[in-house]
T-cell receptor
Framework: GDSVTQMEGPVTLSEEAFLTINCTYT??????LFWYVQYPGEGLQLLLK?????DKGSNKGFEATYRKETTSFHLEKGSVQVSDSAVYFC?????????????FGSGTRLSIRP | EPEVTQTPSHQVTQMGQEVILRCVPI?????FYWYRQILGQKVEFLVS????????KSEIFDDQFSVERPDGSNFTLKIRSTKLEDSAMYFC?????????????FGEGSRLTVL
């Protein structure tokens, strides 16, 4: 079935460092891909998305590009801030096999040191 | 800004008791979901609901679980006889269309502790 694999955390960086969180997926057909973020004590919220190959999703300085050839959707940010400390979930939803749900990866906890 | 609201924020119950978790989705949304997250683990899909019936459910969503939309605003998850392993954060979510076209909007969660 469809699945998402993302790098395990926790990831600890200093403020202004470059961030990459890797995500690869397995899916039937051509899924939509998402990054969701969960700040402490809150529910998940959509950070960015891409619905077709080569699309780049971006928001709040974060970017991810839908790479069909490598089945990847890595999250990047050029300069992280303390306020980016959260858990990040890569996710997918597929038209064919998972049309009525989003499948999440296991989450990567990110901590940013001042 | 419209939001998904959930009650209670935290419930403690004894094993074997019935629990009802309540959610008010965003008013013009048509698709509703329950997910759960056991402490430190991944967010797991439980069930999706559309047009007053279940669209899809996971293996976790066994006969002990049920969902209902009793009126035009509430969406409930009932656990008939709770087990210790049901302790988790339960998230309600809603979306305007099918998920592959857009995003899910999540509530802040209901933490269930089964003793």
């Amino acid at each position: 079935g469809d699945s998402v694999t993302q790098m395990e955390g926790p990831v600890t960086l200093s403020e202004e460092a470059f961030l990459t969180i890797n995500c690869t997926y397995t899916a039937t057909g051509y899924p939509s891909l998402f990054w969701y973020v969960q700040y402490p004590g809150e529910g998940l919220q959509l950070l960015l998305k891409a619905t077709k190959a080569d699309d780049k999703g971006s928001n709040k300085g974060f970017e991810a590009t839908y790479r069909k050839e490598t089945t990847s959707f890595h999250l990047e940010k050029g300069s992280v801030q303390v306020s980016d400390s959260a858990v990040y979930f890569c996710a997918l939803s597929g038209l064919l096999s998972s049309a009525s749900k989003i499948i999440f990866g296991s989450g990567t906890r990110l901590s940013i040191r001042p | 800004e419209p939001e998904v609201t959930q009650t209670p924020s935290h419930q403690v119950t004894q094993m074997g008791q019935e629990v009802i978790l309540r959610c008010v989705p965003i008013s013009n949304h048509l698709y509703f979901y329950w997910y759960r997250q056991i402490l430190g683990q991944k967010v797991e899909f439980l069930v999706s609901f559309y047009n007053n019936e279940i669209s899809e459910k996971s293996e976790i969503f066994d006969d002990q679980f049920s969902v209902e939309r009793p009126d035009g605003s509430n969406f409930t998850l009932k656990i008939r006889s709770t087990k210790l392993e049901d302790s988790a954060m339960y998230f309600c979510a809603s979306s305007q269309g099918e998920v592959w076209t857009g995003e899910l909007f999540f509530g802040e969660g209901s933490r269930l502790t089964v003793l």
